[in-house]
Nanobody
Framework: VQLQASGGGLVQAGGSLRLSCVASGSSFSIRTMGWYRQAPGNQRELVAIITSGDRQNYADSVKGRFTISRDNAKNTIVLQMNNLKAEDTAVYYC??????????WGQGTLVTVSS
């Protein structure tokens, strides 16, 4: 299974970005997918997750600003990030919990928010 993340970039504070992550491979069943992020000098932290049944959970710091969605038929998740703040600057990593296989990670995409 491979995960390909895209959509990072540079945006001004208050702006929006949309991150996408596609899982590819053969014969797999995805349970939970989501996004983590890691800012310089910080530990990786959970941003948002979504289950196969579309149940969503968010870090308190992004609630009301970020929305995670999922297309099971395309093995894709999208993170819509609105009202971005400087403290959202980080490398964002998507992950997938694959049934009977384990956790897989994407390569990371950089989000930079200028204040």
């Amino acid at each position: 299974v491979q995960l390909q993340a895209s959509g990072g970039g540079l945006v001004q504070a208050g702006g929006s970005l949309r991150l996408s992550c596609v899982a590819s491979g053969s014969s797999f069943s995805i349970r939970t997918m989501g996004w983590y992020r890691q800012a310089p000098g910080n530990q990786r932290e959970l941003v948002a997750i979504i289950t196969s049944g579309d149940r969503q959970n968010y870090a308190d710091s992004v609630k009301g600003r970020f929305t995670i969605s999922r297309d099971n038929a395309k093995n894709t998740i999208v993170l819509q990030m609105n009202n971005l703040k400087a403290e959202d600057t980080a490398v964002y990593y998507c992950y997938a919990d694959i049934s009977l296989s384990g956790y897989y990670w994407g390569q990371g995409t950089l989000v930079t928010v200028s204040s």
